[in-house]
């Protein structure tokens, strides 16, 4: 008998949620960076083992909203969690109980979710015992259906995690084919690849304030090459510049580096070809929200 569960993986910023996705597919679907609030829209991730049919929404990291993308971010958020069988919930490893921590799980208390807690960053721990002092800071919280400690940059842990989500499955025909990864479209990959390269090679220099948007994908029919235009859009004139870099090198380096994980993700070559262009403050415009499929 076929079983499916659909799983929300929540929490605060930069606690590890997308990485610990890509880790559990065994393929890379959402974006990653140093840097809070990396994700920004729902993501769908998809695992089949044999009978069981697991489906997670990564969403955007829960935080106080501060412009019109922020709260679509947000209600991203909520959406996710009032639509799943499950929560998985990501925290650190140490650290205090944030604010918006305890505000997940006053949601969860509310719907009465079952959630599954995931001790996310174990390899940043000095002293193993500091485990169990996080486990009994958050167990008291709430009646969490499984508490797993997890690395999600090499592994440790996702396996037994896997085997407690699977556990909350019900029976139920699969809802995508079984060897289905995401359901992002292709063209939203490719500009999430592209802007983690700035993410990652600009780290402080830019703000959040990067959108991508793909002009042009197209597979050549007399060669085996993935021609893709891009447009990298910034909020401010000086910050165009900043992504250009002296005579081109900055955007020389982020679509080098863009092109080399296209290759891999496709398995195809790859010509790349990329623009900045300047829309002020569109964080804050409905209609460039949408336009770029943040909405």
């Known amino acids: 008998m076929t079983k499916t569960a659909f799983i929300a993986i929540v929490g605060c910023p930069n606690v590890g949620k997308s990485s610990l996705l890509n880790q559990m597919l065994g393929q890379k679907v959402a974006i990653v960076s140093s840097k809070p609030q990396t994700t920004r829209t729902k993501i769908m991730g998809v695992l089949t083992n044999g009978e069981t049919q697991l489906v997670f929404t990564d969403t955007p990291g829960y935080h106080k909203p501060h412009n019109k993308l922020g709260e679509k971010m947000q209600q991203a958020v909520g959406d996710s969690i009032g639509g799943v069988d499950a929560c998985l919930f990501v925290t650190e490893s140490k650290g205090e109980i ?103 090679l600009m780290d402080k220099e830019i703000p959040h304030g990067i959108a991508v948007s793909i002009e042009k994908m197209r597979e050549r029919e007399d060669k085996d090459i993935l021609d893709i235009e891009a447009v990298i859009y910034c909020e401010r004139e000086n910050h165009k510049g900043m992504v250009i870099g002296k005579h081109g090198s900055m955007l020389k380096k982020i679509s080098t580096y863009a092109r080399q994980d296209l290759e891999g993700f496709f398995q195809i070559k790859v010509n790349l070809k990329t623009w900045v262009k300047v829309k002020e403050d569109w964080r804050n415009r409905e209609g460039l929200i949408h336009n770029f499929g943040l909405d």
């Open 98 to 200: 944030k604010k918006g921590e305890r505000e997940l799980i006053q949601k969860f208390a509310k719907l009465k979710l079952p959630v599954i807690l995931a001790i996310n960053k174990i390899d940043m721990l000095t002293d193993k015992e500091q485990i169990l002092q996080r486990i009994a800071q958050l167990a008291p919280l709430y009646n969490f259906a499984a508490v797993v400690p997890v690395c999600a940059a090499d592994g440790t842990g996702v396996d037994e995690l896997v085997e407690e989500m699977e556990n909350l499955a019900q029976p139920s025909p699969h809802f995508f084919p079984d060897d289905t990864l995401t359901d992002q479209p292709e063209r939203v990959l490719a500009s999430e690849i592209i802007r983690e390269k700035i993410l990652r």
